[in-house]
């Protein structure tokens, strides 16, 4: 009996210690997310008209595979599957595991996605980007069913247009509910991208609160785990939508008054703006798109979006998402000096702007993340990033591109992965982070060479930069004559087409990755 008694109360303990867990939160530091970064730009302000959204998945734990899901057909009855997501250290590496909490009706017949850990893009071109803001904690419930992972996927799988995936967000969050903290998905597709933020309903009820705003077409925004949207204005429904609540639910618990102006950020999640791990990185975006607006890199609030100086190539927001706010005062390693051979002070060649937390201390590193040092665009902990590409002057298949690249991006390349890609190499889908090291994971040959480069960055970032940086440029420049390539076919040998050349130029730099990092362990030995 007593041993009957101890097991029910320990089960009923668990029960209590898993709800009050909620939402995993193990991917925070300082009590706010240190997540992703996402980048928006509109057609009109693209070198070549595309729209983009992006997405740079910083974690500690997501997952590093990846794979392409067809195009389904579902019978009458099938289901789609709910999960929570929550901290799980039982495997080689920390990771996350997903408990079943539900399901929802599958529809008659869904679209071909690219299923990374936040999936990301499917077959009509319709495209995602992700950034954690976090938001009121009292939002948070536990009775509701869809978390940010499963909505991007039902978005993708249902919907062609950024219109229709908000439109869709509506209607299942008011049925099944937001089970998540605030978060802000920038959606593009052909023509126009949108950033939705989304926050939940309020403890024991079930629904969300969310905002959408339009990024100019002559814009580039940024969204970097603050929420960014102010002022809303409802009866311009070509640059605003939100939710039925959005003002009730403000007003009831005491964040926004009748008769002031509302700032959805300051409502929904106030403490988001306070974060300098955020705000400084909005400056930097933003001032390297138009550094003619001589932004304050201390400003508490930025504007949602600005023309940017000159139009964005693809060659800028790499530089863009490899900064680390180099020859700036927020160069959080500057300060780790040595002679060199002529005795002229200079930053060591050790300075390292990837160091573990637990460096920054031994080298009395401070910034604006305090003994964090600076948040900066690029990071260590990268899992994978994506640069999206929405080209509506092209067919579908070719017209969307996810240049996809693993790890930290500052030691990394860009491949394309086509709308019209049915597979990727074998690399990229071997589930890395379970297994741990492995010569057959495309993730570990990078996460690799950034570690190793990152132990004497200062000289060996130019021994990478020497083979990425031209294989970079020649990858983006030999994207027109494969859409003239992939025209001139038949349209049965299209996406074979499409699908050699994302498996072949996966192959091709996980080798090179391999390589370089072979060649840095030899040249700089007994150096580092």
Request: charged share 25%.
């Amino acid at each position: 009996m007593k041993k009957q008694f101890r097991m029910s109360l320990f089960i009923l303990m668990a029960s209590i210690s898993f709800s009050a867990i909620a939402q995993d939160k193990s991917d925070w530091k300082n009590g706010v997310p240190e997540g992703c970064t996402t980048i928006t730009v509109g057609k009109m302000a693209t070198i070549d008209g595309s729209v983009i959204t992006s997405h740079t998945d910083d974690s500690h734990r997501t997952r590093a595979w990846m794979n392409v899901v067809p195009s389904k057909k579902h019978n009458k009855g099938n289901k789609f599957e709910l999960f929570e997501r929550s901290a799980y250290d039982s495997l080689a590496m920390p990771t996350y595991q997903h408990k079943k909490i539900g399901e929802i009706d599958q529809v008659e017949k869904t679209y071909q996605f690219l299923n990374t850990a936040y999936p990301c893009i499917n077959e009509k071109q319709l495209a995602i980007g992700e950034s954690t803001f976090g938001g009121h904690e009292e939002l948070f419930s536990t009775e509701c069913l869809i978390d940010c992972q499963r909505l991007q996927q039902l978005m993708l799988e249902r919907c062609s247009s950024a219109r229709e995936a908000i439109s869709l967000a509506d209607d299942l969050l008011k049925k099944y509910g937001w089970r998540d903290y605030g978060e802000c998905l920038t959606i593009a597709d052909k023509k126009e991208v949108w950033h939705f933020e989304v926050v939940g309903p309020g403890k024991g009820k079930v629904g969300a609160v969310w905002v959408a705003q339009r990024v100019p077409n002559d814009h580039i925004s940024v969204n970097a785990n603050a929420s960014t949207i102010k002022e809303i204005d409802l009866k311009n429904p070509d640059y605003f939508m939100a939710s039925a609540n959005i003002f009730d639910v403000a007003k009831e618990n005491g964040w926004w008054k009748e008769g002031e102006t509302f700032r959805w950020n300051y409502a929904y999640a106030p403490e988001s703006r306070l974060s300098l791990a955020s705000r400084r990185r909005e400056w930097r975006v933003l001032s390297m798109a138009a550094p003619s607006l001589n932004l304050d890199a201390n400003d508490k609030d930025y504007p949602f979006s600005v023309k940017p100086d000159e139009k964005i190539t693809m060659n800028k927001l790499v530089e863009i998402f490899k900064d680390y706010y180099e020859g700036t005062p927020y160069n959080f390693v500057k300060n780790i000096k040595q002679a060199d051979k002529d005795g002229n002070e200079v930053i060591s060649p050790f300075a390292n702007p990837f160091m573990p937390y637990d460096m920054n201390k031994l080298f009395r590193v401070n910034g604006g993340w305090d003994e964090l040092g600076e948040r900066t665009i690029a990071r260590w902990y990268t899992m994978y990033a994506t640069i999206i590409q929405c080209r509506d002057w092209l067919p579908d298949e070719v017209g969307g591109i996810v240049w996809l690249a693993q790890d930290n991006v500052a030691s990394s390349i860009y491949i394309p992965v086509y709308s019209g890609s049915a597979d990727l190499a074998e690399s990229y889908k071997v589930k890395a982070r379970k297994l741990g090291y492995t010569r057959t994971s495309a993730w570990w040959a990078f996460n690799r060479l950034g570690t190793l480069s990152a132990q004497r960055w200062g000289d060996m970032r130019h021994d990478i930069d020497k083979v990425f940086v031209p294989l970079q440029k020649s990858y983006f420049e030999e994207q027109a004559k494969i859409d003239e390539q992939f025209m001139s076919l038949s349209k049965k040998k299209r996406v074979e087409f499409l699908t050699n050349r994302t498996i072949q130029l996966g192959n091709e730099v996980v080798e090179k990755a391999w390589e370089i990092g072979d060649g840095i362990w030899t040249k700089y030995d007994e150096k580092f």
